[in-house]
């Protein structure tokens, strides 16, 4: 059975930086593209950031140049690196086995002086 958890979540300031964690279990994210959404308050769902199985990353326009997704294979997990954090990217994140019905249960991020 497929588990995605994700953590790290919390509050920063804005400016900071934030690395949240997805550990997978019953799949191998080396052999799977995963990705990153996030869903701001009332707000739809949106991607992030995705890396494939052959290790291609890729991240939306609003996030390009301040987040990057990577994979630790030897520890099944994925991450995403946020820098410069903006009040706009305050959200819930969520993990995703990337097209599938599989998620995590979302780690909460607030950017807030």
């Known amino acids: 059975q497929v588990q995605l958890v994700e953590s790290g979540g919390g509050l920063v300031q804005p400016g900071g930086s934030l690395v949240i964690s997805c550990a997978a279990s019953?799949?191998?994210?080396?052999?799977?593209?995963m990705a990153w959404y996030r869903q701001a308050p009332g707000k739809k769902r949106e991607w992030v950031a995705t890396?494939?199985?052959?290790?291609?990353?890729a991240v939306a326009d609003s996030v390009r140049g301040r987040f990057t997704i990577s994979r630790d294979n030897a520890e099944n997990t994925v991450h995403l690196q946020m820098n410069n954090l903006k009040s706009e990217d305050t959200a819930v994140y969520y993990c995703?086995?990337?097209?599938?019905?599989?998620w995590g249960q979302g780690t909460r991020v607030t950017v807030s002086s």
């Open positions: 995703n086995l990337y097209l599938s019905s599989y």
């Open positions: 019953g799949i191998a994210v080396s052999d799977n593209t």
């Open positions: 890396v494939t199985e052959s290790g291609s990353r």
